[in-house]
C-alpha cells in the first residue's frame, strides 16, 4: 500500500480546514446586516429549502448584508447551528422549519442582541428577539377550491399532502371549502404519502384517487407533488400546483399554482431589523401583504367559465383586504 | 367499460415491479453466496442513470439501459470491493447504500445546474401487448405495461429455471452453499459471484428506472424511499426461490394498491392501520404459506 506523505496529508488537513471555516466570518462592524440560515434540507430541493436561499440572497443584494448559510440536519445541531451564527457575529439567523422552535427559544436568551426567526414556527414561539413566522396558504388554496368545482365533472377532488400535519390539513379544507362555495355537494378526498419525497408513492396514489373518481388534483407534498402532477398530465384530468408556480410541470393538467412568496417575506424581516423596526411576535404572511396567491397558467386559464374567473377576482380582492376571512384549521 | 377490481390490479403490478426485479436480483446473487445490501443503492443509481441517459440522448429506451447499466457497474463495484478487497459484506453494502444516497445527489444537483434548474426525461410509454391485452380482466392487468414489466415477467421464470434446472445454475449454487467445496471442484466462485452481482446491479437498476422514466420522468433524491430494503426482506420471505419472491412482491404491491384504493375512497378511519396493511398482509400470508425458511448456507461468509 502507498502511504500519503504526511505532509501532503496535514495539508488535505488544513484545506478542509478552511474549506469548513469559509461559511464562518470574522467579527465586522455593527451597523451591517449579517444574515445566516440555518436549512433543514439541500437548499436546491426546488421548493421549501430553495426558497429560502433565495430570500437570503436577495436579502444580500437588496439590503448589502453579508449572508452565510447551514444545512443542518438533526435537532442536536439546530442549537449549535444557531450558537455558532450568533457568535460569528450574525444579526439575524433564520431558521427554516417548525423543529427549530425550541433551540430558538433557548439560543436567544443566551444571545439577546441577536434576532431569531422560526418558520412556520408553533403558536407560541416568541419572545423579545425570537419571532416565528407562518405563510398562510390556505388563502389562495381557498380560491384553487373554487376554481376547481367549476372545472371538475365528478364532483370530487383529491389532495395529496406529503405528512398529515396541521399546516397541510389546513390547507386542504380551505380548498374543499372554497370548492363547497360553488358546489354545496362538492366532496374533497385527502391522501397522505408519509414523506416528502416518494414520487412513485404519490404518483400511485393519484391515479387511485382518479379511479376513484376524483377529476381535480391538489397537492402540498413538496418534491413528492411532482408524482401527482405528473399522473394528472398522463390522465388528463385538473391540478393545481403548490408553493411555487408549478404550469410548467404538467403544462397540460395545472390550472393555477397556491404560492407563497418566501424570499419577499425574509426580505421584509431583514428590512424590519436594519430600520430597527423588530420586535419579537408570530407573524402570519397572507394574501393581504401579497406574500400568498394564486399564480395562473395563461394556458389553461381559458378552460375556467367566466364567471367564475369573475367570482374568484372578487373573492381574491376580499382577501387582500382583509373583509373575507379563510379560516385557518388547525394550528 | 373496465371490470371491477381491474384498475387496482393494475396498478398492483405497476407498483411490484421495481420491487420485483430488485428481489429477483438479490434472490440470484444471495443463491451464490453474497449478501448484497447494496440494493437501494443500485435502484438509486439506476433511477439517476436512467433519467440522465434519457434525457442526454432524447430516448427513454437508450434511458434504460443507462439505468441498467449504472445498476450494474455499481454493484461490480461492490464485487471489487467484497471479491477482490475481501471488504466484509454487510459493511461494503452499507457504504455503497451511502456513497449511492451522496452520490446521487451531487451528480443531480450538478445536472440540474447545468441544466438551469429543470430536467425532464422522456418517459417509457406503455406498450399494449396486440391479441392479449384483450382478454378480459388479465388483458388489462398484465398486458397494459411498459416494457420493463413485461421484461420482469419473462426475468422471474427463467431466474427460477436457471438457478434450478441448470447445471449453471447448481454450480452457482453450489458457490452459493460452500464456496471451498465448489472451488474444489473447480467452479471458479469469484467470476460466478461477480457475474451474478452484474445481474443483479442489472435488475436493480431497471427497477430503479422504472421508478425514475417509466413512472415520472423525473429524478428526486432518495426517490427509491426504502423499496430496495422491502426487496431484500421480500428474498428472504420468497425462500430464495425467484417465484415465490416474485408472488411476495405481486402481493405486496396488490396490498399497496389496496391500501391506496382505501384511501381514495375517503375510507379514513384508521389511516395508520391502512398504512400498515401491505407490510402486515405480506408477513401474515407468507408467515402462512411458505414453507421451511432455507438460505444458501454459505451467505454472507465470504469465500470460505
Same mark, same amino acid.
Given at each position: 500500500m502507498?502511504?500519503?506523505?504526511?505532509? #501532503?496529508f496535514?495539508?488535505?488537513i488544513?484545506?478542509?480546514?478552511?474549506?469548513?471555516c469559509?461559511?464562518?466570518?470574522?467579527?465586522?462592524?455593527?451597523? =451591517?446586516? $449579517?444574515?445566516a440560515?440555518?436549512?433543514? !434540507?439541500p437548499?436546491n430541493?426546488?421548493g421549501?429549502?430553495?426558497?429560502a436561499?433565495?430570500?437570503?440572497?436577495?436579502?444580500?443584494?437588496?439590503?448589502g448584508? =453579508?449572508?452565510?448559510?447551514q444545512q443542518?440536519?438533526n435537532?442536536?445541531?439546530?442549537?449549535?447551528?444557531?450558537?455558532?451564527?450568533a457568535r460569528?457575529?450574525?444579526?439575524?439567523?433564520?431558521?427554516h422549519? *417548525?423543529?427549530?422552535?425550541?433551540?430558538?427559544?433557548?439560543?436567544?436568551?443566551?444571545?439577546?442582541?441577536?434576532?431569531?426567526?422560526?418558520?412556520?414556527?408553533a403558536p407560541?414561539? $416568541?419572545?423579545?428577539?425570537?419571532?416565528?413566522?407562518?405563510?398562510r396558504?390556505?388563502?389562495?388554496?381557498?380560491?384553487?377550491?373554487?376554481?376547481?368545482?367549476?372545472?371538475? =365533472?365528478t364532483g =370530487?377532488?383529491?389532495?395529496v399532502?406529503?405528512?398529515?400535519?396541521?399546516?397541510?390539513?389546513?390547507a386542504?379544507?380551505?380548498?374543499?371549502?372554497?370548492?363547497k362555495?360553488?358546489?354545496?355537494n362538492?366532496?374533497? #378526498?385527502?391522501v397522505?404519502?408519509?414523506? /416528502?419525497h416518494?414520487i412513485?408513492?404519490?404518483?400511485?396514489?393519484?391515479?387511485?384517487?382518479?379511479?376513484?373518481?376524483c377529476?381535480?388534483? *391538489? $397537492?402540498?407534498?413538496?418534491?413528492a407533488?411532482l408524482?401527482?402532477?405528473?399522473a394528472?398530465?398522463?390522465?388528463?384530468v385538473?391540478?393545481? !400546483?403548490?408553493?411555487?408556480?408549478?404550469?410548467?410541470?404538467?403544462?397540460?393538467?395545472?390550472?393555477?399554482s397556491?404560492?407563497?412568496?418566501v424570499?419577499k417575506?425574509?426580505v421584509?424581516?431583514?428590512?424590519?431589523?436594519?430600520?430597527?423596526?423588530?420586535?419579537?411576535r408570530r407573524?402570519?404572511?397572507?394574501?393581504k401583504e401579497?406574500m400568498?396567491?394564486?399564480? /395562473?397558467?395563461p394556458?389553461?386559464?381559458?378552460?375556467?367559465p367566466?364567471?367564475?374567473?369573475?367570482?374568484?377576482?372578487?373573492?381574491?380582492?376580499k382577501?387582500a383586504?382583509?373583509?373575507?376571512?379563510?379560516?385557518?384549521?388547525?394550528? | 367499460?373496465?371490470?371491477?377490481?381491474?384498475?387496482?390490479?393494475?396498478?398492483?403490478?405497476a407498483?411490484a415491479?421495481?420491487i %420485483?426485479?430488485?428481489a429477483?436480483?438479490?434472490?440470484?446473487v444471495?443463491?451464490?453466496?453474497v449478501?448484497f445490501?447494496?440494493?437501494?443503492?443500485?435502484?438509486?443509481v439506476?433511477?439517476l442513470?436512467a433519467?440522465?441517459?434519457?434525457?442526454?440522448?432524447?430516448s427513454? %429506451?437508450?434511458?434504460?439501459?443507462c439505468?441498467?447499466?449504472?445498476?450494474s @457497474?455499481?454493484?461490480l463495484?461492490?464485487?471489487?470491493l467484497?471479491?477482490?478487497?475481501r471488504?466484509?459484506?454487510?459493511?461494503?453494502?452499507t457504504?455503497?447504500?451511502?456513497?449511492?444516497?451522496?452520490?446521487t445527489?451531487?451528480a443531480?444537483?450538478?445536472?440540474?445546474?447545468?441544466?438551469?434548474?429543470d430536467v425532464?426525461?422522456p418517459?417509457?410509454?406503455?406498450?399494449t401487448?396486440?391479441?392479449?391485452?384483450? @382478454?378480459?380482466?388479465?388483458?388489462t392487468?398484465?398486458?397494459?405495461?411498459?416494457?420493463?414489466?413485461?421484461?420482469l415477467?419473462l426475468v422471474v421464470?427463467?431466474?427460477?429455471?436457471?438457478?434450478?434446472?441448470t447445471?449453471?445454475?447448481?454450480?452457482?449454487?453450489a458457490?452459493?452453499?460452500?464456496?471451498?467445496?465448489?472451488?474444489?471442484?473447480?467452479i %471458479?466462485?469469484?467470476?460466478?459471484?461477480?457475474?451474478?452481482?452484474?445481474?443483479c446491479?442489472?435488475?436493480?437498476?431497471?427497477g430503479? %428506472?422504472?421508478?425514475?422514466?417509466?413512472d415520472?420522468?423525473?429524478?428526486?433524491e432518495?426517490?427509491?424511499?426504502?423499496?430496495?430494503?422491502?426487496?431484500?426482506a421480500?428474498?428472504i420471505?420468497g425462500?430464495h426461490?425467484?417465484?415465490?419472491?416474485?408472488?411476495?412482491?405481486l402481493?405486496?404491491?396488490?396490498?399497496?394498491?389496496?391500501?391506496?384504493g382505501?384511501a381514495?375512497?375517503?375510507?379514513?378511519?384508521?389511516?395508520?392501520?391502512?398504512?400498515a396493511?401491505p407490510?402486515?398482509?405480506?408477513?401474515a400470508?407468507?408467515?402462512?404459506?411458505?414453507?421451511?425458511?432455507?438460505?444458501?448456507?454459505g451467505?454472507?461468509?465470504?469465500?470460505g
Open positions: 502507498r502511504r500519503m506523505a504526511p505532509f #501532503r496535514l495539508a488535505c488544513g484545506l478542509l480546514l478552511a474549506a469548513s469559509s461559511g464562518g466570518s470574522s467579527p465586522n462592524s455593527p451597523a =451591517k446586516l $449579517h444574515v440560515l440555518l436549512s433543514p !434540507g437548499v430541493d426546488n421549501w429549502n430553495a426558497s436561499y433565495e430570500g437570503l440572497l436577495r436579502i444580500e443584494k437588496e439590503l448584508a =453579508k449572508k452565510s448559510q443542518v440536519k435537532p442536536s445541531e439546530f442549537e449549535e447551528g444557531y450558537r455558532s451564527n460569528a457575529g450574525a444579526t439575524l439567523i433564520f431558521g422549519g *417548525f423543529e427549530f422552535g425550541d433551540a430558538a427559544l433557548k439560543v436567544g436568551k443566551e444571545f439577546p442582541g441577536t434576532k431569531f426567526l422560526v418558520s412556520a414556527g407560541g414561539v $416568541h419572545s423579545e428577539n425570537v419571532a416565528s413566522m407562518v405563510w396558504v390556505e388563502d389562495a388554496a381557498y380560491l384553487c377550491g373554487r376554481i376547481a368545482a367549476s372545472l371538475s =365533472k =370530487k377532488a383529491g389532495c399532502g406529503g405528512e398529515d400535519i396541521p399546516p397541510v390539513r389546513s386542504f379544507n380551505a380548498f374543499e371549502q372554497g370548492a362555495l360553488g358546489n354545496p362538492f366532496e374533497v #378526498r385527502q397522505y404519502v408519509g414523506n /416528502w416518494d412513485g408513492a404519490a404518483r400511485a396514489q393519484t391515479l387511485s384517487l382518479i379511479e376513484a373518481g377529476d381535480v388534483l *391538489f $397537492h402540498d407534498a413538496d418534491a407533488g408524482g401527482m402532477l405528473e394528472a398530465e398522463q390522465k388528463g385538473f391540478a393545481f !400546483g403548490c408553493t411555487k408556480d408549478q404550469s410548467s410541470s404538467a403544462p397540460k393538467a395545472v390550472v393555477a397556491a404560492v407563497t412568496d424570499p417575506s425574509f421584509e424581516i431583514a428590512r424590519e431589523i436594519q430600520e430597527g423596526r423588530f420586535r419579537g407573524i402570519e404572511w397572507t394574501r401579497g400568498v396567491g394564486i399564480v /395562473w397558467n394556458a389553461m386559464k381559458a378552460r375556467v367566466a364567471e367564475v374567473l369573475k367570482q374568484v377576482e372578487e373573492l381574491d380582492s382577501i383586504s382583509g373583509s373575507l376571512k379563510i379560516p385557518y384549521s388547525a394550528q | 367499460m373496465s371490470l371491477p377490481l381491474e384498475q387496482p390490479a393494475h396498478l398492483a403490478v407498483l415491479t421495481p %420485483a426485479l430488485a429477483v436480483g438479490e434472490t440470484i444471495e443463491s451464490t453466496g449478501l445490501l447494496g440494493l437501494e443503492g443500485a435502484m438509486l439506476g433511477a442513470g433519467v440522465l441517459g434519457a434525457h442526454a440522448s432524447g427513454a %429506451a437508450v434511458g434504460v439501459f439505468g441498467i447499466a449504472a445498476g @457497474i455499481f454493484a463495484l461492490f464485487a471489487f467484497t471479491l477482490k478487497l471488504a466484509d459484506d454487510v459493511i461494503a453494502g457504504a455503497m447504500n451511502l456513497l449511492a444516497a451522496g452520490g445527489a451531487v443531480w444537483r450538478a445536472a440540474l445546474s447545468r441544466a438551469g434548474g425532464r426525461a418517459g417509457l410509454e406503455p406498450l401487448v396486440p391479441l392479449l391485452s384483450e @382478454i378480459p380482466f388479465l388483458g392487468v398484465l398486458f397494459q405495461h411498459h416494457a420493463i414489466t413485461y421484461a415477467i421464470p427463467a431466474a427460477g429455471i436457471f438457478l434450478f434446472r447445471s449453471a445454475g447448481l454450480r452457482w449454487r458457490a452459493g452453499e460452500s464456496p471451498l467445496a465448489a472451488a474444489s471442484l473447480g %471458479a466462485t469469484i467470476s460466478v459471484r461477480a457475474r451474478a452481482l452484474g445481474i446491479g442489472a435488475l436493480a437498476g431497471a430503479g %428506472a422504472c421508478l425514475s422514466i417509466a415520472t420522468r423525473t429524478f428526486v432518495g426517490m427509491t424511499a426504502g423499496r430496495g430494503f422491502l426487496a431484500l421480500l428474498v420471505f425462500n426461490r425467484p417465484g415465490w419472491v416474485g408472488s411476495a412482491a402481493l405486496f404491491g396488490g396490498a399497496l394498491a389496496a391500501q391506496y382505501f381514495a375512497a375517503g375510507w379514513n378511519v384508521a389511516p395508520e392501520a391502512f398504512r396493511l407490510y402486515v398482509l405480506s408477513l400470508v407468507l408467515a402462512l404459506f411458505v414453507g421451511k425458511r432455507r438460505a444458501p448456507s451467505l454472507g461468509q465470504g469465500l
